[in-house]
């Protein structure tokens, strides 16, 4: 088995964890925790009803970006052309995260949130060729 054949594999754990990983950053400041400079903007520390339920949603789809990343990775059997797609979607919106991350006012967002959707734009890129 060549470095190649393990991409796959290894771009989709990778991305389960980052994503696991931001699913957790959600539910805390969802439960009111103050790290709300990290998301939505950074323009609060602890974030408003409203942001909080978007967090609690984002987490589901957190959920099924995951899902996708593992389904593409062929854990599932062969990915269908769905699965395809919804790769390249991945790509498309991870990039604009870190376009939309990088011009945040918020610097903590900027230097954690920026650097986090490169790694996932890139193991979804991986994905997607794959």
Same mark, same amino acid.
């Given at each position: ?21 931001l699913?957790?950053?959600?539910? &805390? *400041? =969802? +439960?009111?925790?103050?790290? @709300?400079?990290?998301?939505? !903007? ?6 408003? #009803? ?26 599932f ?6 699965? &395809? *797609? =919804? +790769?390249?979607?991945?790509? @498309?919106?991870?990039?604009? !995260?870190?376009?939309m991350n990088?011009?945040? #006012? ?25």
């Amino acid at each position: 088995m060549t470095a190649a054949d393990l991409a796959p594999a290894i771009a989709a754990g990778v991305m389960a964890l980052v994503l696991a990983a931001l699913a957790v950053l959600q539910v &805390l *400041v =969802a +439960a009111g925790r103050p790290y @709300g400079r990290l998301v939505w !903007g950074g323009q609060h520390e602890t974030l408003p #009803r409203t942001l909080r339920i978007g967090s609690v949603i984002s987490v589901g789809l957190y959920a099924a970006m995951a899902l996708v990343a593992i389904a593409r990775a062929g854990a599932f059997g062969m990915p269908g052309t769905g699965i &395809l *797609v =919804a +790769a390249w979607v991945l790509v @498309g919106y991870f990039a604009l !995260g870190i376009l939309m991350n990088g011009i945040s #006012r918020s610097r903590p967002e900027r230097a954690v949130m920026t650097p986090v959707c490169a790694v996932l734009a890139a193991c979804s890129l991986v994905l997607a060729l794959n």
